[in-house]
């Protein structure tokens, strides 16, 4: 699981897990650690991670949470302020909200250049040896980012002795 930045795609948070684990209760982890990058307005997500939990959650760090809703969704809130006005904008203004929703796909992107520059599949035995090669692997792509976005986006880099 991984919460990536839509310009730069950079990994700003990342999560290993087993593969028959659940995305939704990961979801809270990657936006909590994906808070020390500023300027987070909007957080969109594939509808595994729909709830009103999850909705909440992204409406603590003051940010709109653009989750797609499934075809049974219902706007009641159960509480959730934050959950009737994703699904009532959904409602009444689809396209518009797709918009913001399609940003997600930048972790595609992110997901293929892992695979691409890093192999697809990691060769530690160990559980713990394929989370922390998993993460390495995490490790280098941002290390790409950055010395992309130097270069890309102007972006001067202060390094201190």
Known sequence: HIATGIKSNVIMSAKV???????????????????????????????AY??????????TIRATPFILPKKNTTIKSKGSVAWSNMIRF?????????KHYHLRSNVESTFAMLKRNYLPYVRAKSDKGQENEALCKVVCHNIACLIMSMFEYGIKIKFIN
């Open 17 to 47: 897990t087993k593969g028959s684990d659940h995305d939704s209760p990961h979801f809270e982890y990657l936006v909590k650690e994906s808070i020390y990058f500023k300027n987070i307005n909007e957080v969109s997500s594939d509808p």
């Open 50 to 59: 729909l709830s009103r939990k999850n909705c909440d959650i992204v409406a």
């Open 90 to 98: 959904f409602k009444d203004n689809e396209q518009e909200f797709r």
